[in-house]
């Protein structure tokens, strides 16, 4: 993928369990999607990421891949998948399929045929056997699990997962493993798909399975984070598969710092042509994401601008299905929905990179309204609350943890309309709907001129056909405790960005300068006072004269 197409792509991730159910089972389907295009042609963006269609036991809602090369029935058939990739390409649509090759599922034929006893096959896995009676190392798990399982019916041997047991890590040390990961990238690509997000991409490679360093958080992350291994698969995946089909990869990479990020995306490098981090999405936690603070702004700020200047481009989003809903972080949230959400709009679309949404979040939608753990599917959700269990902490701060960070919060259902089950099926979902959906829908927000809806639509216009906005430089002017203010300039023209972070009035940072005038308001006027709560405001500047 060329610069220039990253430069204009605005990606819509689809989580497809939730966005739309047409056979009347409570799941989201394929046909739900295709009968979606001309919603998402009219929003505006170009390009859809959809989480695995693949066939799997669900153990993780679908990263437990159990068939690579065909599509979970719940979904639909191979049909269906071919239908949306012809149907969206008609409507200027790429699709990215979502590609899992840290582990699979342990229903994998391959995982199967490694229990039946062929070596190839256990190969294709990490087994190890226990050290004096231990397990092969003290390492930790993603999912708050023991991260090794007793293989079959061995009592000394265990496979490694760092995620769930039932997601055997694949063993990249096995060439062969490489050369299967590159036949199914090509099948999909032959079926006319455009890329790739590439899940927990930087992990892959396990160079050591030495005893770690004890941390407090995922104990033997050093063996295994962004090790020069993983460098050389992402080189020969992009050299041998990608490039020559002229598609793009952006990785998913925990625990990066900018260096680490740098190594993975700078385009010199041929690895990856972005990357998600998330470190802005950690401006609200106390050592792991499970342990919620009130979000600061300005650290949110500060972090914004660091990655900005830190990488050649960004990969921008500020939700996906493992996040909380990005406006429910706001503590002074409320009555201030809409104002919240079209200000996230406006940052979002003015931001150097790549813009990412996630479904619903262009209608403003907000966490889940969980009442306890059994309304709750997500399974790191329940492992962690077990874990804390463990821990002495009390029920009542227990949920309070998971309500405030479970995954299933992004999860529940869209919200297409006011009718029963928010128009996302005719039948009972597969997780809880927001009680909110009423007033919180797509069919009402198309009634509304000024909605946040519109205001997307008109942010993602100007970003597809403003040169600024797509191609101009960053800098930041002013990072505050309620408002954020950057520029974007090119070819001698700029524009200013500001964003009220806060439901408090502000003050116009002195630091803009005279003059300017207002471009565009997400209150949608030209008023050119104080910032109101919540409010984004794009400036056109004048040169000094």
């Known amino acids: 993928m060329s610069l220039n197409v990253q430069k204009d792509a605005i990606v819509y991730q689809i989580y497809p369990r939730s966005f739309k159910d047409t056979d009347g089972d409570g799941v989201g389907d394929l046909v739900g999607i295709i009968e979606s295009l001309d919603y998402l042609a009219e929003l505006g963006v170009n390009t859809i990421w959809l989480s695995p269609v693949y066939e799997s036991p669900n153990d993780d809602n679908g990263y437990d891949i159990s068939d690579y090369k065909a599509i979970q029935p719940q ?10 990739v012809a149907e969206a390409k008609k409507r200027g649509i790429g699709i990215v399929m979502d590609l899992v090759i840290n582990h699979t599922s342990d229903e994998h034929e391959w995982f199967r045929r490694a229990l039946a006893g062929e070596e190839k096959y256990r190969n294709y896995y990490i087994i190890e056997k226990g050290k004096n009676g231990k397990l092969p190392n ?3 798990n993603f999912f708050a699990e023991c991260p090794w399982t007793k293989f079959g019916d061995s009592e000394e041997e265990y496979y490694l997962h760092l995620f769930s047991k039932k997601q055997p890590d694949l063993n990249w040390h096995n060439p062969d493993v490489l050369e299967e990961v ?14 790739f997000r590439c899940d927990v991409i930087n992990i892959i490679y396990k160079d050591s399975l030495a005893d770690g360093k004890k941390q407090l958080v995922l104990t033997g992350r050093e063996h295994y984070l962004s090790t020069e291994g993983c460098h050389r698969i992402l080189h020969t995946l992009r050299r041998e598969v990608l490039e020559p089909y002229g598609a793009f990869a ?4 925990v625990f990066v710092d900018t260096a680490r990020a740098k190594a993975l995306c700078d385009s010199a490098r041929r690895e990856l042509d972005m990357i998600f981090y998330f470190e802005h999405m950690e401006c609200d936690q106390v050592f792991v994401k499970w342990f919620k603070t009130r979000l600061k702004p300005k650290k949110l700020m500060k972090t914004l601008t660091k990655w900005q200047n830190a990488l050649e481009w960004n990969a921008i989003y500020f939700e996906n299905h493992d996040q909380p809903r990005f406006i429910s972080r706001f503590q002074d949230l409320s009555g201030f929905r809409a104002e919240a959400s079209r200000m996230v709009a406006g940052l979002l679309m003015t931001l150097r990179g790549t813009p990412f949404l996630f479904e619903g979040q262009e209608i403003g939608m907000v966490n889940g309204d969980f009442k306890d753990l059994s309304e709750v599917e997500d399974i790191e959700s329940h492992n962690i609350y077990e874990m804390a269990k463990g ?14 960070t479970s995954r299933d919060n992004a999860r529940t259902p869209m919200q297409w309309s006011d009718e029963d089950n928010a128009g996302f099926s005719r039948t009972k979902p597969w997780l809880k709907v927001n009680g909110n959906y009423p007033k919180v829908n797509v069919k009402r927000e198309l009634a509304d001129p000024n909605g946040i809806l519109a205001f997307y639509k008109k942010m993602i216009k100007l970003r597809k056909e403003n040169d600024i906005l797509k191609e101009g430089s960053f800098r930041v002017l002013y990072e505050g405790n309620q408002v954020y203010a950057f520029a974007r300039a090119y070819n001698g023209k700029t524009l200013v960005s500001v964003s009220n972070m806060t439901s408090r009035t ?3 940072p002195k630091a803009l300068g005279d003059h300017r005038s207002v471009f565009i308001s997400s209150y949608g006027d030209t008023f050119n006072g104080e910032l109101r709560p919540f409010e984004f405001r794009l400036y056109s500047v004048e040169d000094d004269k």
């Not at 590159?182 to 890329?195: A, E, N, P």
């Open 75 to 84: 979904f639909g058939s191979m049909a269906d998948f071919e239908t949306l």
């Open 138 to 140: 003290n390492w930790g």
């Open 182 to 195: 590159k036949d199914i990238m090509r099948f999909w690509l032959d079926k006319g798909v455009v890329g």
């Open 250 to 253: 952006v990785g998913e990479t």
């Open 391 to 404: 821990l002495g902490i009390p029920k009542k701060l227990r949920w309070k943890m998971i309500k405030r």
């Open 506 to 508: 502000a003050a116009l």
